[in-house]
């Protein structure tokens, strides 16, 4: 597996609680619907990048970043459908992810404590997404299996964006603190939802 560039803070692929193993079994039992969803969740990721950049517009930094991350996003977007209509499927229905829903639960209203849990929620996203995504490299056969590792790693480098650029506009010690709450919630959060063919 190619190695995980380093980054600034423990998220890379580093969730609290790891993935049991029926996760596999189920994403195995229905390929077609996990392509699905992760095609989803790849638009959805876009999206979001892109909702932050115009919201932003005054943080240069971040804007860049955003920009350059939905091109990332929608051409993994891209690749996703692409295995999908060659196995014959097509999109599925747009549905909430209730993952993602919790976690933006947790979002704080001030205006700096909004942008700082903007941030560290998609990179707690991205770190789970990173580490189901090693599962997949390693679980799935030919072509899926290397698609899924190309996947893994460019979740890892997500992650530590989101990280860097929550440094970038707050102190190193506050953006720990929040991180390390945001990561015990997601693992009480994932554990309580069931295990299906799905990325959360």
């Known amino acids: ?6 980054e600034p803070l423990r998220i890379a692929c580093r969730v609290r609680s ?6 596999l079994d189920a994403v195995r039992a229905d390929v077609g619907a996990f392509l699905q969803d992760h095609a989803a969740c790849e638009r959805k990721a876009s999206a979001t990048a892109m ?3 115009s ?3 005054d943080k240069a930094e971040l804007v860049l970043a955003m920009v350059d991350l939905a091109c990332e996003e929608l051409g ?6 692409a295995v999908i209509a060659a196995r014959g499927g097509t999109l599925g229905a747009d549905t909430k992810d209730l993952y993602v829903g919790r976690l933006l639960g947790l979002v704080r209203r001030g205006p700096d404590e909004y942008l700082l849990d903007r941030l560290l929620v998609a990179g707690v996203v991205e770190a789970r997404g ?7 490299a390693e679980g799935l056969d030919g072509g899926m ?3 899924y590792r190309e996947f893994a790693t460019s979740e890892a480098g997500h992650a530590a964006l989101f990280v860097r650029l929550a440094r970038t506009y707050f102190p190193a010690d506050v953006v720990e603190a929040r991180l390390d709450g945001l990561l015990a919630r997601e693992s009480e959060i994932i554990a309580s939802l069931p295990l299906r ?3 959360h």
């Open 55 to 57: 919201h932003y517009r």
């Open 18 to 23: 790891p993935t049991p193993p029926a996760w």
């Open 197 to 199: 063919a799905a990325l």
């Open 1 to 6: 597996m190619p190695p995980i560039a380093p």
């Open 130 to 136: 990173c580490e189901r995504f090693r599962i997949l």
């Open 51 to 53: 909702t932050l950049a």
């Open 76 to 81: 993994h977007f891209r690749r996703v459908f």
């Open 145 to 147: 299996g290397e698609l």
